[in-house]
């Protein structure tokens, strides 16, 4: 290599000059007999003079841990910078070639690398660009030493190749260790730096990481099904209850479109709430029912929100709540609420309709009683009686479902009841139908109105019959079961029948409801066993399965160490007369005329009284006798409770039969709650009055 270095002396007394530089003593052994002769040949390097700053007292860090690469072709150059940076306390490594250079950098890792420009097999500016490529080397800074003074092209080049800085011959030792010291600090500060960055981007991809955790653990433990879709309907993210309510998993929804699961009479609902929700209206709630994967629908409560990227709506982000068992409460609550309208409308007309037909059986009765009557008039007569009783099964069926019938509920044994039955039963379905019975518990005690228990294994059977027309079997199964810690009766009728379908079940009990063609069903059927069992403190269920028949279950409180009360056929039973005197108080006149004129036919004495003032002005005679007040409950000015209760003072002896067309809603809100009072309920015919008047006659008293 040729150097056109400018020569400088170096005399022993100015190195002794400077006795705290800490490289004296190596360079002025390393430059040996030439230092001693004053001078250092064709060196770059020139040391500073006392004029140029470095007192006695100047010293210089040491860097012990850093290593330094220098490379550099010629001798002496590559020997100087040995010793002073050795001497700065740096480990320095030397090569004299670039490529040399490079793999002693790949091996070594060294904090800086100094090299000179000019070299024979690789030039700095090649070692700079070899290095910059480098994945292990490239972030190391190069110093670049130039021999040429004043070579711009040069520097510019090094500058362009990576070169971090450049140094120019003649330079002195100190402007050397201050551009490696600045070079090193400088990397360092950028090292420091970048893992600063990296640790801040490590802790905030963490965070991140673990902010999307909590975000994905709460929506994936949510409750309400959370999603996304796009602006087209194309579901983008669910999360996991989605499979628990509508059965497909989370891929399978992701594969899907909106419209693909919402029921198609929501279709149109559902394009609104996109069209709404795009139109700026914010957050918006509707109603939509999903298809499930069985078939099944469920019913959501939606709120949906838009999705924007860069200001731009990009799709659709939606809280689904499933509000199903929150539907079928509120349809629950409007079946009751028709239920109860219904019931008011019956138990409104209830008290009038029970007084017309209480005449019109009364007086087809006594008229059918009469001899000698001629045929086609009798016949006439009966159907007319048969019209009454239909019109009277009606008002009880009407009451019935409303559950505002007037029971007389006793204990009853309820598989003595399915027993006496089964002719009537067998009768009512037909042949070409099997009745099967499973009565297990015995005895099977409950406490019910017989006559209503009765009414719902007729309606039962009836229902069951209409649902297999080409043939099937009938099964009534009683056992004995336990509902909320205390004992209970179930009776479960069952039939192969056609079945149900969910639709049907929901509206089942409904009054009217029938899927019957016109004129052939009343639809009070089914609603009328839900109001007996309702009343009589049980409960019903319905299951029912297309193709695969209906079962209704009746659970009903089980009294025990009870004796079951005697039954009596009244049927049998001749119609009793007698000669007490009655008082008879009722506010309706054509009721009054037809139950004087049938009590008296049977002997008695009837004093009849328009309403209960009346009744008291005949009662004020103390010479005539009254064995029974015959009175009606509901009466304007004073009620048949009140009657009775005053009279009792005057006359404690005096036995009370109290008679009503109204509901026992009414009946309780005028004081007659108790078992123990004698009651009989309109309509009724000229037996069963004569008959219950002479039960009460014949009863005991109460001072007896």
Same mark, same amino acid.
């Given at each position: 290599?040729?150097?056109? @270095?400018?020569? $400088?002396?170096? #005399? %022993?007394?100015?190195?002794?000059?400077?006795?705290?530089?800490?490289?004296?003593?190596?360079?002025?052994?390393?430059?040996?007999?030439?230092?001693?002769?004053?001078?250092?040949?064709?060196?770059?390097?020139?040391?500073?003079?006392?004029?140029? &700053? /470095?007192?006695?007292? %100047?010293?210089?860090?040491?860097?012990?841990?850093?290593?330094?690469?220098?490379?550099?072709?010629?001798?002496?150059?590559?020997?100087?910078?040995?010793?002073?940076?050795?001497?700065?306390?740096?480990?320095?490594?030397? #090569?004299?070639?670039?490529?040399?250079?490079?793999? #002693?950098?790949?091996?070594?890792?060294?904090?800086?690398?100094?090299?000179?420009?000019?070299?024979?097999?690789?030039?700095? +500016?090649?070692?700079?660009?070899?290095?910059?490529?480098?994945?292990?080397? !490239? #972030?190391?800074?190069?110093?670049?030493?130039?021999?040429?003074?004043?070579?711009?092209?040069?520097?510019?080049?090094?500058?362009?190749?990576?070169?971090?800085?450049?140094?120019?011959?003649?330079?002195?030792?100190?402007?050397?260790?201050?551009?490696?010291?600045?070079?090193? $600090?400088?990397?360092?500060?950028?090292?420091? +730096?970048?893992? &600063?960055?990296?640790?801040?981007?490590?802790?905030?991809?963490?965070?991140?990481?673990?902010?999307?955790?909590?975000?994905?653990?709460?929506?994936?433990?949510?409750?309400?099904?959370?999603?996304? *879709?796009? /602006?087209?309907?194309?579901?983008?993210?669910?999360?996991?209850?989605?499979?628990?309510?509508? &059965?497909?998993?989370?891929?399978?929804?992701?594969?899907?479109?909106?419209?693909?699961?919402?029921?198609?009479?929501? *279709?149109?609902?559902?394009?609104?709430?996109?069209?709404?929700?795009?139109?700026?209206?914010?957050?918006?709630?509707?109603?939509?029912?999903?298809?499930?994967?069985?078939?099944?629908?469920?019913?959501?409560?939606?709120?949906?929100?838009?999705?924007?990227?860069?200001?731009?709506?990009?799709?659709?982000?939606?809280?689904?709540?499933?509000?199903?068992?929150?539907?079928?409460?509120?349809? !629950?609550?409007?079946?009751?609420?028709?239920?109860?309208?219904?019931?008011?409308?019956?138990?409104?007309?209830?008290?009038? =309709?029970?007084?017309?037909?209480?005449?019109?059986?009364?007086?087809?009765?006594?008229?059918?009683?009469?001899?000698?009557?001629?045929?086609?008039?009798?016949?006439?007569?009966?159907?007319?009686?048969?019209?009454?009783?239909?019109?009277?099964?009606?008002?009880?069926?009407? @009451?019935?479902?409303?559950?505002?019938?007037?029971?007389?509920?006793?204990?009853?044994?309820?598989?003595?009841?399915?027993?006496?039955?089964?002719?009537?039963?067998?009768?009512?379905?037909?042949?070409?139908?099997?009745?099967?019975?499973?009565?297990?518990?015995?005895?099977?005690?409950?406490?019910?109105?017989?006559?209503?228990?009765?009414?719902?294994?007729?309606?039962?059977?009836?229902?069951?019959?209409?649902?297999?027309?080409?043939?099937?079997?009938?099964?009534?199964?009683?056992?004995?079961?336990?509902?909320?810690?205390?004992?209970?009766?179930?009776?479960?009728?069952?039939?192969?029948? *056609?079945?149900?379908?969910?639709?049907?079940?929901?509206?089942? =009990?409904?009054?009217? =409801?029938?899927?019957?063609?016109?004129?052939?069903?009343? &639809?009070?059927?089914?609603?009328?066993?839900?109001? +007996?069992?309702?009343?009589?403190?049980?409960?019903?269920?319905?299951?029912?399965?297309?193709?695969?028949?209906?079962?209704?279950?009746?659970?009903?409180?089980?009294?025990?160490?009870?004796?079951?009360?005697?039954?009596?056929?009244?049927?049998?039973?001749?119609?009793?007369?007698?000669?007490?005197?009655?008082?008879?108080?009722?506010?309706?006149? !054509?009721?009054?005329?037809?139950?004087?004129?049938?009590?008296?036919?049977?002997?008695?004495?009837? @004093?009849?009284?328009?309403?209960?003032?009346?009744?008291?002005?005949?009662?004020?005679?103390?010479?005539?006798?009254? *064995?029974?007040?015959?009175?009606?409950?509901?009466?304007? !000015?004073?009620?048949?409770?009140?009657?009775?209760?005053?009279?009792?003072?005057?006359?404690?002896?005096?036995?009370?039969?109290?008679?009503?067309?109204?509901?026992?809603?009414?009946?309780?809100?005028?004081?007659?709650? $108790?078992?123990?009072?004698? =009651? +009989?309920?309109?309509?009724?015919?000229?037996?069963?009055?004569?008959?219950?008047?002479?039960?009460?006659?014949?009863?005991?008293?109460?001072?007896?």
């Amino acid at each position: 290599m040729t150097l056109s @270095l400018r020569s $400088e002396f170096v #005399t %022993s007394e100015l190195i002794s000059g400077y006795p705290d530089i800490p490289w004296k003593e190596t360079y002025m052994n390393t430059a040996g007999e030439n230092l001693r002769q004053g001078w250092f040949p064709r060196s770059g390097l020139q040391l500073i003079s006392r004029s140029q &700053g /470095l007192g006695k007292s %100047s010293s210089f860090d040491r860097h012990d841990d850093l290593t330094v690469l220098v490379i550099n072709d010629h001798p002496d150059q590559l020997e100087l910078m040995d010793v002073v940076l050795r001497n700065c306390g740096y480990r320095v490594l030397t #090569t004299t070639d670039g490529g040399e250079g490079f793999n #002693t950098a790949r091996r070594e890792h060294p904090d800086l690398i100094v090299s000179d420009v000019s070299m024979p097999r690789m030039s700095g +500016i090649e070692l700079c660009r070899l290095v910059r490529s480098d994945p292990v080397l !490239q #972030t190391t800074p190069v110093l670049l030493v130039s021999a040429i003074r004043k070579d711009s092209d040069s520097v510019v080049e090094g500058l362009r190749a990576g070169a971090d800085d450049y140094l120019e011959a003649p330079y002195d030792p100190m402007k050397l260790v201050t551009k490696v010291a600045q070079l090193i $600090e400088r990397k360092q500060a950028e090292v420091e +730096i970048r893992e &600063g960055e990296e640790l801040f981007r490590a802790a905030a991809e963490m965070e991140l990481r673990r902010s999307e955790e909590r975000y994905r653990d709460l929506v994936e433990n949510a409750r309400d099904v959370i999603y996304t *879709h796009d /602006l087209a309907g194309n579901y983008t993210s669910i999360n996991k209850v989605a499979e628990q309510l509508i &059965g497909y998993t989370q891929e399978e929804i992701l594969t899907m479109n909106l419209f693909e699961i919402v029921a198609p009479e929501y *279709h149109e609902k559902a394009r609104q709430l996109i069209d709404t929700t795009l139109a700026g209206e914010g957050e918006t709630t509707h109603d939509l029912e999903i298809l499930s994967k069985g078939g099944s629908r469920v019913a959501f409560e939606v709120n949906a929100r838009l999705i924007y990227q860069s200001g731009v709506p990009i799709g659709v982000q939606g809280i689904a709540r499933d509000v199903t068992e929150r539907k079928h409460l509120e349809a !629950q609550l409007r079946q009751s609420q028709k239920l109860e309208a219904v019931g008011q409308l019956a138990g409104g007309v209830a008290h009038d =309709f029970n007084n017309l037909l209480t005449v019109i059986l009364g007086y087809s009765e006594m008229l059918l009683r009469r001899p000698n009557i001629d045929d086609p008039v009798y016949r006439s007569l009966e159907e007319i009686k048969k019209a009454g009783e239909r019109a009277s099964s009606l008002t009880r069926q009407l @009451l019935a479902f409303s559950r505002k019938q007037v029971l007389q509920p006793k204990v009853i044994d309820l598989n003595s009841v399915v027993a006496e039955m089964l002719k009537l039963l067998l009768r009512l379905i037909g042949e070409d139908l099997e009745l099967v019975t499973d009565l297990k518990p015995s005895p099977a005690r409950i406490k019910a109105d017989p006559g209503q228990i009765e009414q719902v294994l007729v309606n039962l059977a009836v229902n069951a019959r209409d649902a297999m027309p080409r043939g099937g079997k009938l099964i009534i199964k009683t056992e004995n079961v336990v509902v909320d810690d205390e004992p209970h009766l179930m009776l479960t009728v069952s039939d192969t029948g *056609h079945g149900m379908d969910a639709e049907t079940q929901a509206h089942v =009990f409904e009054p009217f =409801f029938t899927t019957k063609p016109a004129g052939e069903g009343s &639809g009070l059927g089914l609603a009328t066993v839900y109001g +007996i069992v309702k009343q009589s403190g049980g409960n019903i269920w319905l299951s029912s399965e297309r193709g695969k028949g209906t079962t209704f279950r009746i659970c009903l409180p089980r009294v025990d160490d009870v004796a079951v009360d005697p039954e009596i056929d009244a049927g049998k039973q001749p119609i009793p007369r007698g000669t007490e005197t009655l008082l008879l108080v009722e506010d309706e006149e !054509q009721v009054r005329r037809i139950i004087t004129e049938v009590l008296e036919r049977q002997g008695y004495k009837v @004093l009849a009284a328009l309403n209960g003032e009346e009744a008291l002005k005949i009662a004020q005679d103390e010479q005539i006798e009254i *064995h029974l007040l015959l009175t009606d409950v509901v009466m304007p !000015q004073m009620g048949g409770r009140e009657l009775a209760e005053t009279l009792s003072k005057s006359r404690p002896q005096l036995k009370v039969l109290y008679m009503s067309g109204y509901t026992d809603d009414a009946i309780v809100r005028h004081g007659l709650m $108790e078992e123990t009072l004698n =009651f +009989i309920q309109k309509p009724f015919d000229s037996v069963m009055v004569a008959r219950k008047v002479r039960e009460v006659l014949d009863s005991p008293s109460a001072t007896e």
